[in-house]
């Protein structure tokens, strides 16, 4: 009889571990499709908000469309590859004396890849749209710069003001 209790037992548990592998990849499948669904939906609002002040026509909808999604794509594997390398860094701080140095390096060189896709953007839009639309383009993007610059100070001023009243208690809240 313990053989058949031990039997079920070990059976009923390659039957949960086999549900739990089909749904994980059901899940991750899934993940990967919103994603990339994602991307879409961000290209298409992008160009929407853009079509609002520019009046595209569909041949430059459609260069566009392909120009940011290639674009919005690079733009998530940098991220992902800044984002291994900085838990690589957290992970070894203690015993990487060099952190500070890499931190450094890795931040300039992000620098560098985001001024080179920003010049070529730059060369893209000035080959798709018309020399009125750059022009206007290129004012939406100082002014789109403008407000996350604001943006920006605001919430340095908010962490500032934070930090201060939690490192005095003194200070009434």
């Known amino acids: 009889?313990?053989?058949?209790?031990?039997?079920?037992?070990?059976?009923?548990?390659?039957?949960?571990?086999?549900?739990?592998?089909?749904i994980f990849s059901f899940g991750n499948a899934q993940d990967q499709q919103l994603q990339k669904e994602n991307l879409e939906e961000k290209v298409r609002q992008r160009i929407d908000y853009l079509d609002k002040e520019l009046q595209f026509n569909e041949n430059q909808k459609k260069q566009l469309h392909s120009f940011f999604l290639q674009q919005m794509q690079e733009n998530e594997a940098?991220?992902?590859?800044?984002r291994e390398a900085r838990e690589e860094i957290q992970k070894n701080r203690a015993q990487n004396q060099n952190t500070r140095q890499k931190v450094k390096n890795q931040r300039i060189e992000t620098r560098a890849i985001i001024g080179e896709r920003r010049e070529q953007t730059k060369q893209r839009m000035s080959e798709i749209l018309s020399p009125e639309q750059f022009q206007k383009w290129q004012e939406i993007k100082e002014n789109s710069a403008q407000v996350w610059k604001e943006r920006r100070l605001k919430r340095l001023e908010e962490r500032k003001k934070k930090r201060s009243k939690e490192s005095d208690p003194n200070i009434n809240k």
Do not use: A, V, Y
């Open 1 to 22: 009889m313990e053989i058949d209790f031990d039997l079920k037992k070990s059976t009923m548990k390659k039957i949960l571990f086999l549900c739990f592998c089909c």
């Open 78 to 82: 940098t991220n992902e590859k800044r």
